[in-house]
């Protein structure tokens, strides 16, 4: 028995339904254009805000039950945890879950410590994922708690804690390996500065540059078939991260011949903290073939940092899920539930209703998407407004058949006059609207 | 006699000065590290703010007098724009300055009446160009003011716009590169979008590659020898601007293989507007090397728009010309006030005072970074802060002797546990405060 | 034949219509909860963004059709657009408009000829209203366009602004009245400054308070039986306003001594510009006693500046129309569509598809908080989380009973350690979610 | 010995020393306008940060040496802080500091047991005081890190965490009296909500006005002198804080009849991140009468939290340190460094360079306030402005001897047309500029 077996697991029973723990929307099985919900959607619930966190913020202390917490932490411990969270995965009915090395492992304080702890757990976790068929989304090291890495793992001033990172990666990599997970996750935390005063931003850079290639290069020793992602955030904890957004993230590749090997995981937050829209990363890594995988979560509009809240209004989510559903769904990647309890949800019930809204609420987000892709009006509307293109100029421009100077010329021989035409962005921010009744 | 004509030319007369139209620290002839003043900064007044704007803003017209000023421009109200601006720069005593095609020229309907006027206007900025010592920092197209522009220019869905913008673009490189210019700048203020739901993201950067790719070509073609600029901007007009900030020029560039050929215009304002520090564009642009040249002007940091502001904060100053000083300068850049009034200083003296304020403001700063510079505190600490990467260890990592197996095995073998150090940042930031008494 | 008189009177067809220009969720008579939807909502439609804006923004001109446009505008201009518009308001079939002075009138340069136009279109409007059902929701005078309101209308440096301000007031409140307008809203757009460095704040909001009780004076003397509404706004164009927020609002009327004479009329836009949620600013007024009106846009969040665009996430309405409906309605206010068209949204259609879409947004969102409130779970959870307040402490604090020094006395002696108890802050967003489905 | 024992005391050595561990421009005794440099900037270090925090993040654990750190604080360790702490302040020289109830004291589980450790405690601090000469600038309670207060204190929904927090008020107060603060201060960090859907927000903000009533009168009981003050915060670590900025504070301050009571403790942080200019704060506090005090500190303009970061920039400071000098001085206030250490800074001298580096900023800014308002410029420059108000049409309305109606009448009989005269802001703004060389 452990805090979440007291609640049933969580089925479909409907939107008209007078219960709570239950989802009213999300319905594994219901097909949505060809496959099933729960395949388009892939759902992960995270190890560490669900599990690991007591409930602490920046000015308070921990108010959640999480007996299984302390420091350092113990095998048992670790134990205690691992029951309770497969217990929870289950009666949710999820399939993936993610987690830092350090969320699932007792504590160490050495490398062959660390590596010790993780291999042991390990066994403890293939045999939870065995018996449940849950699996990881995902697995990362943490490279952001230790005091060791205060001034950053790969772009450290210190190459000794390159090296510690370079082991816990290494150690981390291996173990999602070996428990079959279907992505690896670096998160540069601290890869980044709290002030451009003390540091050398180029050398930082070739490091961070040299610490991925070398994952890469392991990855593939090892045979590991999952993508490499990584996740962008603009700020928090440091003042500047150096992964900030899918456009920083696809120059750095670029710049370090890293493109085709790694991806970018999305986080919705992190997004709005960098004062772009969860639907424009998105279209920026398909339109750079970067795209990987989702962090789903929310921010608050009002707060300046990452409040990592569950998801409630499909419609937000709609502009991001029809991209999803034009692409035919993730190739590897999930909707990972990278999001926690408000600090006062201290009761256990608290973590299945949040979950089971977050995930009613994707499903909700996928049916209108599904509707508004099937029905095909908003991309008739687009495709219209780029007609344009398809004329003797347009394509003649496109196939680099002008010089600037020749279009130039084209442009007053032909006396140009270019045609007003409406943007209909009301008309298709309606199209959204209407759609989202589920 | 004009607008600007009752002001004496505006001399150094130092700090104690009891005079409001005078330099107290800008001195043209004063040698910092073995360069004038004057050939650090490069300062460039602007035509729009300072000439081509009445003082209007989102809610109300204008309040300034600039008698040239219509709809439509005729040739003699671009004439006595033109005498009123080549005075104002002569009597501040600045050797450059930027303009676009629609500040100086007559108003046309028609690709060849826009090149004709373009080209009239022309021959009479020659004129003053040779009569005054005063040329061309940049030159650049507006691409965005008329409606044609709406969606776009390089990126609408309407190739005929493509077409006009290509003419433009054409018809001011050229003139640019006739009056001596020293660069050509593209601005994007409306490549991007309002909307990404009828929005071809990926088609639209496509097309603003091979805009870019054109002009490159043909810069080539007629022997312009400046450098080509992009200036990043995160939004406003638009929604989302795909050039939001270096890293995404970065990436871009990469993407269309045009690193190499063009490099970037960092604006003040557009840099905080996209979350980010002035001096990380900087070095950004630096590490990257793409940095060109620098738009001089500062955001309220309580609002969220580009408030286009005379800097008047030296010391906010220091971190980016530290890094202009540590180049020995610009190459063919130059400090440009895209600057604007108060809407309220409507009095002539008003514009000179703005622009003395901000040039001496720079000068204050370069004099305390050329201190810092000379006395090398600064960078001896962030070399110490780094020296750990000069051992054994340090080097073998950066040449690539280790394997990710190999380093974790050798952090495991030699119970690497790395020694914090201090980042010494309040002792930076006091080093920089220290310094600006000027 | 004007240009909005090409589509029909929009009618209520239902969710599954496959036209456009239908409403599908606004249906005037349906009741929810005892009230007909018209009358809870009491929509109205602005002047000012709608017939009297260009389409142009700070980077371009004018992109929309509107003939009736001009500088000067003659009497002919004003009653061709004062067609355009009241055949506009009958066929959305919307019974309110909104308007400023300047955005009906002829030009005027003197005080004199100011009230004679305005009473000129007056009589025209007053046709128009007759003939329509059509009345003002409100009226306000436009203290911020004219370069003469540049430092502040009230709390300009110069009393003969004040007084031009007062005349414009007297006049356009007049008119409101007349005309049966149910409100009169004041504006301080450029109540504020630019810089604190040149502004005598104490003056400039004690002359505030002065107009203001002025203004309450001379509508009490009119007999003018509407509500005076003043609308908080952070700053744009200024960079501070004093009437920042609700809570800013309700100090200064304190200190005037002016509440029960003023309440506020709640933007969208400015409450998030200022930092706050819309719902938080609806409760805030409530609590105070002040709540009167509402300005129906949103903004963009990634933007810092007044988007104003028209509201299409019902969802993010719900928490602020649940309030309205537990009130019971609007007493003398209603919803205003303070939004304007995108610059691209050239055709005349788009006026209606965005008007469309936003009250049928509202119409959803109504439905929903009608459902909720009737339903009661949300408020229950909310009465049983305060329940505590209701035992022999609780109310013995809120009595009075307790000073410090004995509530501190009693806490010691009963030992109390509060019991944790959920905040249930994920239930109840999901309880939210689920009801938005219309 | 302790660990800010190895620093000699911090005198002042002038600008030019070649040491660090000094002043350069802080010098006690230098008489600026007829007072002490000390007695103008009365600087006081805070506790917390300084000597309770362990360096530990969202994302991280302590990285700094804090001995006397853990988890139940022993009284042992608590005397161990206080002999680190007075042995800082001592060496740093400055006259005051700050402290929260739990900050000095051992820990305690019950109300009785919290009592008895703070007495005992205090008997230690009183005679640390006697024996330096230090005391509190003001004190304070802790009413937001313990999990009972996860949902408020004053304005929870548990009468009991009401009662607890009046029982640690009553204490601390107290204690503040007895160690001879010169104020009591307040801060709501979580009088506010996580969500208003849970949130009966008219009866919290009944409760916490009932609250501070107590407070105020059990100051008169206890015949404490020293003012009561509360530091607005907008939100951190709620979603949203009542108390959110200076006029919210007086708005609700007049509703609860505590004007002439309460003053204003303004943090620069906090009000920035309310999206208001630290100087805008303080004038609103000196219109309104709510004058008290400074927590002194900074935020990073990229980043929306409570970075909480040492001033160094001494020209953002002049505006507010320009209206302490108009006003003679602080009353009972002062500069609290309510600022923290970046995490990297791990050295024990760290401290003492920031807090010198923040003095010194101080000091910077207090000389070039007082040099400019010695001049008059710039307060001439605003006079001048402002003249018009001298007229007999300004006195007039001022002195109510208009009405709307006489005074629009006014203006139409006179043909007012207002002069437009130059604010002269980029002057102002030089004025300030080059006044900051020290």
Known sequence: MSLFSDVAPIRFEGPESPNELVYRVYEPDRVV??????DWLRVAVCYWHSFNWPGSDVFGTGTLP???????????MARQKLDAAFEFFSRLGVRYFTFHDLDVMASADTVRGHEQQLRQIEEAMAEKCAATGVRPLW???NLFSHPRYAAGAATSPDPEVFAWAAAQVRCCLETTHRLGGANYVLWGGREGYDSLLNTDLGSELDRYGRFLALVVEHKHRIGFKGTILIEPKPFEPTKHQYDRDTAAVYAFLQRYG??????INVEVNHATLAGLDFEHEIAAARAYG?????DMNRGDPRNGWDTDQFPNNAQELVPALMQLVEDGGFATGGFNFDAKLRRQSVAPADLYLAHIGGIDTLARALLAAGEIVREGQLQRLRVERYQGWNSELGRAIDQGRFSLAALADYAADHELTPTPRSGRQ???ESIIARHCRF
């Open 66 to 76: 999480r007996p299984w917490l302390g420091q350092p932490v113990t095998d048992a």
């Open 258 to 263: 890293l493109t085709g090997e790694v991806r």
């Open 139 to 141: 697995g990362t090291a």
């Open 426 to 428: 009301e008309l298709a």
């Open 290 to 294: 970067l795209f990987g995988s989702i």
């Open 33 to 38: 254009l060809g496959k099933r919900m729960e």
